[in-house]
Every structure is written in C-alpha cells, then in structure tokens.
C-alpha cells in the first residue's frame, strides 16, 4: 500500500491530501479565496498565485498532522503540474518539487484534467476501464473514452468557452454573485426554465463539439431587454447548457465502444440539474452512472494524490526539472478543431 501525498494549487483553491492506494483518504485539507476574488466578480490570477503562497505550507503541515504522520512516511509526492492558472501551478509544483527533493521521494507530476477523470475511482472501486466520461469544469468541457492511467481518447471538446465559465459569466451578468456556478443553480430553483428562449448552440449538429460562447451572448441580450427576472434567464440558462451536454453525450456514445459506464467529473458536475439528467441517459442505454461525491467534484488535493496514486502504481514518476504547463491536453494525438479548441 502506497502513500501519496497531493498539492492542488491550479486556480483558486489550495489544497493538499494524503491518499493511500487502497483508497484511504487519511487527511484533506482546503483553502479558498472566495473573499479574495468576489469584489472582481472572477479569479484574478496574481492574487490567487499569492494567496497559493501563503496558503500551501500550513495545509500541508495540517495534513500531516491529521493524518498522524510524517514526510519521511510519505511514498510519493503528486503535484499538479497543468493546466491551469500558471502562476498557481508553479507554487504548487515548485513546493512539491522541493519536499520531494528534501526527503527523497519520488514526485510525480499530475495533469489537472487526468485528476478529475480518475477522481471517480477513489471513491467507486467497482469503476473499472474504459468508461465515457463528460469532463465538464470552469476551463474544459471534453467527451473523453477513458481507456486506462495515461490513455485518454478525445471524442469531443469545445470549440470556444467551457460550460462552466458560460456559468460564472451568466452569474456575473445577473448579478449573482461569485462563485459563479453555485449561484445560477440556486437562481434557477426559484426561475422558469421555460421562460426564455435561448439557443442550444450545435445541437443536432455533425460536429461532434461543444460551443457556448453564443449562449453567453444570448442570455447577456434577454438581460438587457428587462423582459425577464434574473431567476428566468437563469433556469433558462441551466436548461439549455443541460440539453446541450446531453445532445454532445448522446452522440459520443456511439464511439465509445466497450464503455461500461458514463461518468461525469469535474465542477460542473456538481450540478444537480446536471448529475440527473446524465444519469438518466446512462440508465436509458443500460450503462452505470458514476459521479463523485459534490466535494471531489470541484478542486481539491484527494484527486491528485489519487490521479498520482495510479500513475505511481503504474510506474509513473517524474525528474524535478519538469516545467509547469499553462495547457496540457490529455490527448496530445487529437484532431485538431476550429476555433478555441487549443485549450483541449
């Protein structure tokens, strides 16, 4: 049995967690920077990399702590090293870089993104490979076949905005506060999602992509009319992005040959409107659902320390001069797309 100890510092939330290998999650712990980002409605990357600063050592020696042992008792140390808010990754990396230095373990470098797609295994170990997984978050929004620990295959990405800065940036029209995603799904309990009528960008299309920047667009305008109360334009909102991720799914199920499951990770996927509507879909093509507890679906350590878990079981480490990445797609043999879609 292997311990890991992970460091997440991507955006804006700073964690570190050990994780065994049995899927022992023996400490976590967190720290946001809600307060900090709220008055600009959004992360601001140079005080989310200074607040990383400040922030990382005392959770890490918290985590220790909880988990009454010490980094000499440590197998392996996982940082996320991408994508991400470079700023942020560098902290997190650099101070993995050196506890891995100073105690002489192993350190294994994680993307971000392959966090999330694992993640679901920590806590499901019935889960097995390959599954179809919606990766849904405030940066990315990929269809991916997840055939094992390093083997990603891309079906589908957006080719401009995620659905969860299409999220935040609603939330920030509608005055409704930071963070973005929480607060359009209160709004939208108390709105009509039949009120407005928004568009469900490449719904029904060949393309097999994702696209939400014109419904940013088009909720920005039904604000500007006064037509309709923010909790309309909210649950109308919510409704289409919930069409549109089930239309891209429904699609992608016709590639992901061999999939016993459909899984859904990332911040997203914390949405309750989300998690039903995909686990009726999976229900209605005789596949397992799978998504991870709420807290595991938005940024944290027990996700990397897990990710780092596999891949250092698998055989997966790392030298200390590896280089932060701003991007990193787990898919680096994927076809090209128009538009944005570099950020896959």
Not at 67 to 84: C, K, Q, S, W, Y
Not at 118 to 138: E, M
Not at 142 to 156: M, T
Not at 178 to 195: I, Q, T, W, Y
Request: negative net charge.
């Amino acid at each position: 049995m292997a311990l890991i100890l992970g460091l997440e510092s991507s955006c804006d939330e700073t964690a570190a967690a050990l994780v065994t290998s049995d899927r022992g999650i023996l400490a976590h712990r967190l720290a946001g920077q809600e307060a900090a980002h709220r008055p600009f409605g959004g992360v601001v990357p140079e005080i989310a990399a200074r607040a990383h600063v400040e922030a990382l050592m005392p959770l890490i020696e918290g985590a220790l702590s909880d988990a009454g042992v010490t980094l000499a008792e440590v197998d392996a140390i996982a940082a996320t090293a991408g994508p991400g808010l470079i700023g942020g990754v560098m902290v997190g990396l650099v101070t993995g870089k050196a506890l891995a230095h100073a105690a002489g373990k192993p350190l294994v470098a994680v993307n971000h993104l392959e966090g999330h797609a694992l993640s679901p295994r920590l806590t499901d170990p019935d889960l097995a490979f390959p599954y179809l997984l919606l990766l849904v978050s405030g940066g990315h929004c990929q269809l991916l076949l997840v055939e094992g620990v390093g083997a990603y295959r891309r079906l589908a990405t957006t080719i401009d905005d995620a659905a969860g800065e299409a999220f935040d940036k609603t939330a920030k029209l509608l005055g409704l506060g930071f963070p973005g995603g929480p607060a359009v799904e209160r709004a939208a309990l108390a709105g009509n999602p039949d009120a407005v009528p928004l568009p469900r960008p490449l719904k029904g299309s060949a393309e097999p992509h994702f696209s939400f920047a014109g419904l940013k667009s088009a909720v920005s305008r039904a604000r500007d009319t006064g037509a309709w109360s923010a909790e309309d334009i909210a649950a109308s909102f919510q409704a289409a992005v919930v069409d549109c991720l089930l239309d891209r799914t429904i699609r992608a199920l016709g590639k992901a040959h061999g999939a016993t499951a459909l899984v859904v990770a990332g911040g997203v996927a914390a949405n309750q409107a989300v998690r039903s509507a995909l686990e009726g879909l999976a229900i209605a093509n005789g596949l397992r659902f799978v998504a991870p507890p709420l807290w595991l679906c938005t940024d944290n350590a027990a996700m990397i320390a897990w990710a780092g878990a596999e891949r250092f079981a698998a055989g997966f480490t790392d030298p200390l001069d590896i280089a932060a990445r701003p991007r990193w797609p787990l898919d680096p043999d994927a076809e090209a797309v128009r538009g944005a879609g570099v950020k896959a």
